[in-house]
């Protein structure tokens, strides 16, 4: 399908309509399968265009996997070609979200370590970045993913830079802390709270704990809320009148909080469906007693978002209309 739209001479239009639509869409997998089509069309001018706007498509290392993940199983590609490799390097060395914000970086090969049978890990050594003119925050973080936190603590002492903000190595190596075993509970609390770290960068042994659970709750983001309101609920942090019931429903009920994660009115349908029945569905043994707030609160908030999509459309009914094909 796309491949007669890239034939008909229209491939870089698509790829000006993949850009504009990551900013609306809140369902990645089409636009991730169209950009790696045209990143690997035959037509050298729409590959060329597809990997200049990789930056602007994949904000995160999940959207890039994935983007990977379609070029390597879907498309049969079984080697990565020069172009490719540097358009992947970059991303890493000179992608402006983290130039301006090294600290970006950290977090996200922190929280995004894995996705779609890729890790940080194996992408950097297949595409081998030259990071000889990035920051030194850069080459730090890169050196970690590869080498770990004890050579990438030696190359900065090895290259003595002053300018170096530390506060990225300090979030590292609380982040590897959390990772060892017999680290009191207390400890884990307090590297949360102080970094504000999200569900993902904390191992699974301790999310099974009420006290880890209840300092995630306020930097949890609205969509792993969603799926884990269950999980919340029987461990007690949703209670009628408690401080997590009150946080959530007024979070739920934020239209400026609804906006930003970019939330289909079917992803929360679907919340307050499996909500509803009050014991989870992948473990049975999972169960809960329903808030009816909680359910107030998603009703609400589905009602919005409807609302919302009705008024602004996210996406043309059939990308392939929009560019008269």
């Not at 970059?90 to 929280?111: C, F, G, I, S």
């Not at 909080?257 to 919340?271: E, G, M």
Request: charged share 25%.
């Amino acid at each position: 399908m796309f491949s007669r739209v890239i034939d008909s001479g229209k491939g870089e239009h698509l790829v000006h309509l993949i850009e504009n639509a990551c900013k609306k869409s809140c369902r990645f997998y089409p636009l991730a399968y169209a950009l790696a089509v045209c990143a690997r069309s035959t037509n050298q001018r729409v590959s060329q265009k597809a990997y200049q706007a990789l930056q602007n498509v994949c904000k995160t290392p999940a959207q890039l996997f994935m983007f990977l993940k379609y070029c390597q199983r879907s498309l049969n590609l079984t080697s990565w070609p020069r172009r490719h490799r540097k358009a992947i390097a970059k991303w890493y060395t000179e992608n402006r979200q983290y130039l301006d914000d090294p600290m970006l970086l950290a977090r996200h090969v922190t929280k995004y370590r894995r996705r779609h049978g890729f890790s940080h890990k194996k992408v950097l050594k297949s595409c081998h970045p030259n990071s000889s003119k990035s920051s030194a925050e850069i080459k730090y973080i890169l050196c970690y993913v590869v080498k770990g936190l004890t050579k990438a603590n030696q190359k900065i002492h090895d290259g003595n830079d002053k300018t170096f903000n530390n506060n990225i190595r300090e979030f590292i190596t609380d982040y590897e802390t959390i990772k060892k075993q017999n680290v009191p509970e207390d400890d884990v609390i307090a590297i949360i709270r102080k970094w504000r770290l999200t569900w993902e960068q904390v191992p699974n042994r301790l999310l099974k704990t009420k006290n880890v659970l209840a300092a995630l709750l306020p930097m949890m983001p609205l969509t792993a809320l969603l799926r884990n309101l269950g999980k919340l609920t029987s461990f007690g942090l949703l209670q009628p009148n408690s401080k997590g019931e009150e946080s959530t429903c007024s979070r739920l009920e934020n239209e400026d909080i609804l906006r930003q994660a970019n939330l289909h009115p079917i992803q929360i349908l679907s919340s307050l469906n499996g909500y509803c029945k009050g014991r989870g569905l992948r473990n049975p043994q999972l169960r809960w007693s329903i808030n009816d707030n909680i359910v107030q609160s998603l009703t609400k908030a589905y009602m919005k978002q409807l609302t919302c999509s009705c008024q602004n459309p996210r996406l043309p009914p059939n990308i392939l209309v929009a560019i008269n094909i």
